[in-house]
């Protein structure tokens, strides 16, 4: 219903016009396009929470979409039956495992597992629905608030943060909080070692998987708290963050810009005209 065919493409000329700003921030940058022309279709803001919060907590099997939860989780079982529900018209029911205190909301829908199967796929395979890229800001927000009231890190120090073992939904994450005004960073844990074996209740060891992690620093967390309502879902850390002067030195803004500095460079290669795509 949401589908747009669209395509648009960006590119940025010469790089050398830029050279004022080495001069002001001391040292090399590169710079990439705050804000992206696309076509807005008329995704609704539950659609878009309940496409967060399935790439959080959701999945799937032959006939049978299903949300896992901890008990406690009220706010969250009530949003996603309500949407499930209201806009859905399918029969939510929410299932208790009383041996790990928690539970899952499920309903059934054949053709819309089909969708999930071969659209959004699952683990490190999985991905987003195209039509968030192409949705109002608001309903990308909606996304980005269900996916954090699933497997987000509010109650964080260094600010809110979030990870996955699909390199396809870090990098689409990441690409919506740019597209909704935001700064986050993103790196890539091997978790080797260790550390990083966790054991089951049945006694079995398994190793971690490498994942990516996406997060936004004190500042850009204030601001995505002032966005949403994810303090509906999560506790944060907002008084904590608020009491810090520090400032994002990162990314600098300069008007239809991101400015980021180079911090080193692995490879030389020769000079020769390069393009940016971006689809």
């Known amino acids: ?12 000329g010469d790089i050398r016009s830029l050279n004022g700003y080495k001069r002001h921030y001391g040292g090399d940058l590169v710079s990439t396009l705050k804000g992206r022309e696309v ?8 659609w878009g929470w309940f496409w967060g919060y399935y790439s959080a ?36 029911r929410y299932q208790e495992n009383k041996n790990d205190n928690g539970g899952q ?3 059934n829908d054949r053709k819309f597992s089909r969708y999930i199967k071969s659209e959004i796929k699952t683990h490190i395979n999985k991905t ?18 269900g996916y954090i009231a699933g497997d987000g890190y509010c109650n964080d120090y260094g600010g809110i943060s979030v990870s996955s073992v699909s390199k396809k939904l870090a990098y689409s994450v990441w690409q ?3 597209d909704c005004g935001l700064n986050p960073m993103m790196n890539y844990h091997k978790r080797n070692g260790k550390n ?11 190793l971690a998987n490498p994942c990516w992690r996406i997060q936004l620093n004190p500042k850009e967390s204030i601001k995505f708290v002032e966005l949403t309502d994810i303090q509906r879902y999560k506790k944060t850390k907002l008084k904590y963050w608020k009491s810090l002067k520090s400032n994002n030195t990162e990314i600098k803004n300069d008007k239809d810009y991101y400015l980021h500095p180079i911090k080193n ?6 000079r020769q005209t390069v393009y940016n795509f971006e689809v």
Do not use: W
Not at 39 to 46: H, Q, T
């Open 176 to 178: 919506l909080f740019r």
């Open 196 to 206: 990083c074996f966790f054991q089951q209740k049945d006694g079995k060891k398994y």
């Open 1 to 12: 219903k949401y589908r747009t065919d669209k395509l648009v493409f960006s590119g940025f």
């Open 57 to 92: 907590e959701g999945s799937r099997n032959v006939d049978k979409i299903s949300f896992a939860m901890h008990s406690q989780e009220i706010e969250q079982r009530n949003k996603i039956i309500s949407i499930i529900t209201n806009d859905l018209s399918k029969k939510a």
């Open 128 to 145: 987003i629905t195209p039509e968030i890229f192409s949705a109002p800001i608001k309903t990308k927000l909606a996304f980005l608030e």
């Open 105 to 107: 909301v499920l309903f």
């Open 265 to 270: 460079i692995d490879k030389n290669y020769k």
């Open 39 to 46: 076509a807005v279709n008329d995704m609704p803001e539950n």
